[in-house]
């Protein structure tokens, strides 16, 4: 009979020995469905990395980052992950987590087929919570008081510091499979005058343009339980910040309202970071009534589609199995009227920078998603790297920027009964001069549609200042001159159009015949592999 330390010993030479053999022999990993990335690639060999040690370091690189059946590994890991954690349980059961260091918000391969690069302009050292005591902190009074009288009361409890100082906290809050999970938000309202001087000085720019700021809040704002206030900060100081700080003449879009009145409604997804189209619906009625526009209800005009089995970017933040194991409905809202997309899209190096961008063409507004798709939420434009432009049949000579993060992206489709046209642009992939833009496509209204962490930190404000400056045409096109033909009421000068203007719709929408789209919608780089077996042109137009 062998002994125990025998067998140990046996054992353990027999697991190096296999993971040797795999990890050395068996075919690399060069894409993760479950991170939705690109892996790391051999580098190429050439004098200089050679000399200066960096080949060394990018083998080193890959060989960690592309292990034969990293998902597999990933996953036994997850186990493990799962029971890791700050976990309290409420009076009425319902159980609350937080879960560090399980992803990295600034790792743009989390964003794969959303944003890539979301926050990699994030400036974290601006909003230390040492040095915000007076703006906007959990230790600020009003900011506390206003949060209690949102249903969220403060918690006695541990200090969240720990927590606050890195974005890769998320909380968890429910049981499976209704779990909710939250990015924290840990910004100052100190800081929101990178994003608003950026506003005012395009309202000085174009005196002529009705100039709108919608700023979005994050979900944990009306789903983080009284236990877990500790943890986060309170936007709605940030909220009031972004309003004070505005220019006389800058029409601010108040959603706080509306969002808090419906947030029993499905208003945020469960298992992603952004909203849900209906959050994106009810936001853009907002902004229709202020701006005296046409809004149709959702039974009037639009036809529900939905994508079961939906899981979001939240699991590779996360990290979390209950995540995954809490898929939701995608839902969102089809609009029933005449309308037609254009999209000039732009290539990206591996680096996420911007090294061509396609001449404008015919696209498909929607993207199909089979069920169980982590990208759905791409089901609108099918990518952020792009400026889109879409034609509809109303002739009440508005036409309208929307300038976005993708949180934005939800707003649009509800605007086709608003205006002659619509663009979008997101701030972070677009080479061309604002100022030509606006002038050449006789832009009336433009709307800041941005979450609230942008409008705290100056990487948005930064872009959209340089849009003003930098050089690039204005992205007039062949297509624009037809589709001013082609409408039975020329669009208006650039003069300002004010909110009191009467709207003239047109009539009845026919259905335009159906046409399939043969061009491949240009789908974000990182999620190649899955868009091959998802998406699909919505062909109904």
Not at 6 to 23: C, E, G, P, Q
Not at 296 to 301: A, D, W
């Amino acid at each position: 009979m062998k002994s125990p330390a025998k067998t140990y010993v046996i054992i353990t030479t027999a697991a190096f020995a296999v993971m040797f053999v795999v990890l050395n022999f068996f075919p690399r990993s060069t894409f993760s469905e479950r991170e939705r990335r690109d892996l790391a690639h051999f580098p190429e060999v050439d004098t200089a990395n050679f000399t200066d040690g960096s080949f060394t370091r990018d083998i080193s690189h890959w060989y960690s980052d592309s292990e034969p059946f990293r998902d597999e590994f990933l996953s036994v890991s997850e186990l493990f992950n799962h029971y890791k954690g700050i976990t309290i349980s409420t009076e009425g059961g319902e159980q609350i987590a937080l879960v560090s260091g399980g992803g990295n918000i600034e790792d743009p391969g989390l964003l794969a087929g959303t944003d890539d690069d979301e926050y990699d302009d994030f400036d974290t050292d601006s909003f230390a919570p040492g040095d915000t005591e007076d703006n906007g902190s959990p230790s600020d009074s009003s900011a506390t008081k206003q949060s209690s009288q949102n249903g969220n009361s403060d918690m006695d409890g541990e200090s969240s510091s720990d927590y606050r100082k890195t974005n890769s906290g998320v909380l968890l809050v429910g049981k499976e499979p209704n779990v909710r999970a939250m990015m924290l938000f840990g910004c100052s309202a100190a800081y929101v005058k990178k994003f608003t001087n950026a506003v005012n000085t395009y309202h000085e720019t174009f005196p002529d343009v009705n100039i709108w700021v919608m700023p979005i809040p994050l979900s944990i704002e009306f789903y983080c339980p009284e236990e877990a206030q500790k943890l986060n900060w309170p936007q709605k100081p940030c909220l009031d910040a972004v309003k004070n700080n505005l220019a006389e003449g800058v029409h601010f879009v108040d959603i706080y309202p509306t969002l808090m009145a419906h947030k029993d409604e499905p208003i945020y997804l469960r298992t992603d970071h952004h909203w849900s189209p209906l959050g994106g619906f009810l936001a853009a009625e907002v902004f229709a009534k202020e701006a005296g526009l046409k809004f149709p209800s959702i039974e009037e005009g639009y036809t529900t589609k939905v994508v079961h089995g939906f899981v979001g970017t939240m699991y590779g933040y996360s990290k979390s199995l209950s995540v995954k194991r809490s898929p939701e409905d995608f839902v969102y809202y089809y609009p029933n009227t005449e309308f037609t997309t254009y999209v000039a899209w732009y290539e990206l190096d591996e680096d996420f920078k911007i090294t061509k961008m396609h001449p404008e063409s015919k696209r498909a507004y929607f993207a199909k998603f089979k069920d169980g798709s982590s990208g759905a939420y791409c089901t609108f434009m099918g990518s952020d790297k792009q400026i889109t432009r879409v034609v509809t049949n109303v002739n009440n000579g508005r036409r309208i920027i929307i300038l976005k993060d993708s949180f934005g992206n939800t707003v649009p489709s509800c605007l086709f009964y608003a205006f002659e046209e619509v663009h979008v642009i997101d701030f972070r992939y677009f080479t061309l001069n604002m100022k030509k833009y606006v002038a050449d496509h006789k832009i009336t209204d433009i709307l800041f549609a941005n979450n609230l962490t942008f409008c705290v930190t100056g990487a948005a404000g930064k872009q959209y200042t340089r849009f003003l400056t930098q050089g690039g045409g204005g992205g007039k096109t062949d297509n624009d001159e037809k589709d001013t033909v082609k409408k039975s009421t020329p669009a208006k000068d650039t003069a300002k159009i004010t909110v009191k203007d009467t709207v003239k719709t047109s009539e009845e929408p026919k259905e335009e015949p159906k046409e399939e789209i043969k061009e491949e919608i240009p789908v974000e780089p990182t999620a190649k592999d899955e868009v091959k077996d998802t998406v699909e042109q919505d062909t109904v137009q």
